[in-house]
């Protein structure tokens, strides 16, 4: 059985995934992102990276907010 830690690991690292894919992200994923990063339980160090890369691409323009 997978515990609560390992599926919200596994939503993060999709969720990480199509963002950096095509280049857009929702609202709601930006609120996940900023949930996580404030709860700062069940991140990694990857996840935290990876997460800081969204947010470096928002400013620079290279990633768009879509709704």
Not at 48 to 52: D, F, H, L
């Given at each position: 059985m997978r515990s609560a830690g390992t599926s919200?690991?596994?939503?993060?690292?999709?969720?990480?995934?199509?963002?950096?894919?095509?280049?857009?992200?929702?609202?709601r994923d930006q609120q996940l992102l900023m949930s996580a990063l404030m709860s700062k339980k069940g991140l990694n160090e990857n996840d935290?990276?990876?997460?800081?890369r969204v947010f470096d691409a928002l400013q620079k323009g290279l990633i768009k907010v879509v709704d």
């Open positions: 919200n690991q596994m939503l993060m690292e999709i969720v990480l995934e199509r963002i950096f894919a095509i280049r857009k992200i929702t609202r935290r990276q990876q997460i800081g």
